[in-house]
């Protein structure tokens, strides 16, 4: 099995509602499809989201990453890529994520395995994500969430801004108004120490699961100070992009989590990397993700499954945010619970 040929493509799913944080606002899931075939009829897919404001790739940047390698990877049994994308190529996390997917599901494929069973799981089994309620105005945020809880969504990320008194007014409405549902607080970097301080003191009667990088990626001290304050596990999301920044991040205790996603670190070999670690360690991750298409969700769910020891939170809702169902998804998306189809 031998890579003959690489293409890409940019493909576009239109969103039910606008997706909104502290970093940006999107209509639609714009992402880039990397397709392998090898000389057996073998066919590989990879995905990488425009996420600009995270990790510093548009569209052209992704394509422009991948078409800069395309010669050094072909021609190679998909391992022997594997190792080549890795040590050699220099390009972005996004880009060299969804060739890193696309390799991997043909390593798969050439041992007759699915994805999961390839990454060491003997049965498949349910997950759960939660689901993301944008940055709005109050009344908004709070309909949304009912609107999301009604149909059965009890996880809810709820995506919070710079302005702390709206932020602290909208989750303690929100936890009124859906007293049985699980509330994990987003910032995406927006406040500084004092405020989310604030946030914590004026929350401590509501059940919170989590707060999610509340400063900005850079200040591991500021987020020391807060995980020390805090009686809510403190997550961190954009502080931590390679296995060297987990490890940056444990050692300080700067964090109790860490939030691992395929498009920071550059696929699913450095993420592995990063959950032994994680697993050594014992320290317990979220599997996040950007809005990405149906394909990245795919291996992010089969990656989470097999390593659902350490993985005990999962951000993979983009499939819960489309317009319309995607049949590419290997997965059937039940309210929050998410189950392998094949």
């Not at 932020?167 to 549902?181: D, G, M, R, S, Y």
Request: aromatic letters at 6%; one cysteine or more.
């Amino acid at each position: 099995m031998k890579i003959v040929s690489i293409e890409t493509e940019i493909k576009k799913i239109p969103l039910k509602t606008p997706f909104i944080t502290a970093l940006r606002h999107v209509e639609n899931v714009e992402f880039v499809r990397v397709t392998f075939t090898c000389d057996d009829g073998s066919v590989g897919i990879g995905e990488a989201p425009a996420t600009k404001a995270i990790t510093g790739e548009g569209i052209e940047e992704i394509l422009e990453s991948i078409e800069s390698v395309k010669s050094i990877l072909t021609f190679h049994m998909p391992s022997e890529a594997l190792k080549i994308l890795h040590s050699t190529c220099q390009i972005g996390s996004s880009a060299k994520a969804a060739l890193d997917m696309a390799l991997h599901s043909l390593i798969a494929q050439s041992q007759n395995l699915s994805m999961y069973k390839y990454f060491g799981l003997d049965v498949s089994i349910p997950l759960q994500t939660d689901i993301t309620i944008s940055l709005n105005d109050t009344q908004t945020m709070v309909e949304d969430a009912k609107k999301a809880f009604k149909d059965g969504m009890w996880i809810l990320k709820i995506k919070l801004g710079s302005d702390i008194a709206h932020a602290i007014k909208v989750t303690k409405e929100i936890a009124k108004q859906l007293p049985k549902a699980q509330l994990i607080i987003d910032a995406n970097q927006a406040w500084h120490v004092e405020d989310s301080l604030r946030f914590i003191d004026s929350l401590k009667d509501v059940k919170i699961e989590l707060i999610e990088q509340p400063v900005m990626a850079q200040d591991l001290e500021g987020l020391k100070i807060i995980t020390e304050y805090s009686t809510i596990p403190i997550l961190a999301d954009e502080a931590v992009f390679t296995l060297e920044d987990a490890q940056k991040v444990v050692a300080t205790k700067s964090a109790n989590m860490l939030n691992i996603k395929l498009m920071k670190c550059g696929g699913v070999t450095k993420a592995i990397e990063i959950l032994h670690f994680c697993r050594e360690n014992h320290v317990k991750c979220m599997l996040g993700s950007m809005l990405e298409g149906p394909c990245s969700i795919n291996i992010a769910l089969h990656l989470a499954m097999a390593y659902s020891d350490v993985i005990t939170h999962i951000d993979l809702d983009s499939p819960l945010l489309y317009e319309k169902p995607s049949d590419e998804l290997e997965f059937e998306f039940n309210g929050c619970e998410i189950r392998y189809k094949v």
